[in-house]
Antibody, heavy 124, light 112 residues
């Protein structure tokens, strides 16, 4: 059974970089069928897609965050990571990693498996 | 961005009764080359991540009870719970993956 688990600091200082890792178990992150993404959730803005990494290694980012986001993969550890730079209070959220369903024309597809989420607080 | 608007924001339904949640997209999410609506529904309970219920607007995910059904095409979609159970209390989200990836604001479902 596929499992995803987020890890990383729960507290980040304002203007610094938020770094989270998603460890995948029960499946290979190198599978050619699937892509992997990050989504965050706040009470105010709800669910917001941050970005995704396709099976071919391409990255796709939310245009509103693209200047600050980097998603990378470490296939040897079956992990993918999120870096979000220059954080502010607006970046406080629960961050989820998730798997896209099998890729379809024009889309990486819906999210079919999610991690439990990691709460990140930004301090001044 | 495609804006997803759900209605109502909250809903109270008696046990055993039907619950209906609507979702409207600001543009069509029907992908013409494969005739699939790139629209999914999720259920989120407190302290848990969203759980996929329905994809391609009307296909139930494996293991999801058949009281959950999805319908609609183009810009207007509906999630229906045919006979509400206590364990269905949750927030429900629609999600489009036609152009980038956006979510509705959520509909909170409670027991009347």
């Amino acid at each position: 059974q596929l499992q995803l688990q987020e890890s990383g600091p729960g507290l980040v200082k304002s203007s610094e970089t938020l770094s989270l890792t998603c460890t995948v178990s029960g499946g290979s992150i190198s599978s050619s069928s699937y892509s992997w993404g990050w989504i965050r959730q706040t009470p105010g803005k709800g669910l917001e897609w941050i970005g995704s990494l396709s099976s071919g290694g391409s990255t796709y980012y939310n245009p509103s965050l693209t200047s600050r986001v980097t998603i990378s993969v470490d296939t040897s550890k079956n992990q993918f990571s999120l870096n979000l730079s220059s954080v502010t209070a607006a970046d406080m959220a629960v961050y989820y990693c998730a798997r896209h369903g099998v890729r379809l024309p024009g889309t990486l597809n819906y999210f079919d498996s999610w991690g439990q989420g990691a709460l990140v607080t930004v301090s001044s | 961005d495609i804006v997803m608007t759900q209605s109502p924001d909250s809903l109270a339904v008696s046990l055993g009764e039907r619950a209906t949640i609507n979702c409207k997209s600001s543009q069509s999410v029907l992908y013409s080359s494969n005739n699939k609506n790139y629209l999914a529904w999720y259920q989120q309970k407190p302290g848990q991540p969203p759980k996929l219920l329905i994809y391609w607007a009307s296909t139930r995910e494996s293991g999801v009870p058949d009281r959950f059904s999805g319908s609609g095409s183009g810009t207007d979609f509906t999630l229906t719970i045919s006979s509400l159970q206590a364990e269905d209390v949750a927030v429900y989200y629609c999600h489009q993956h036609y152009s980038s990836y956006t979510f509705g604001q959520g509909t909170k479902l409670e027991i009347k």
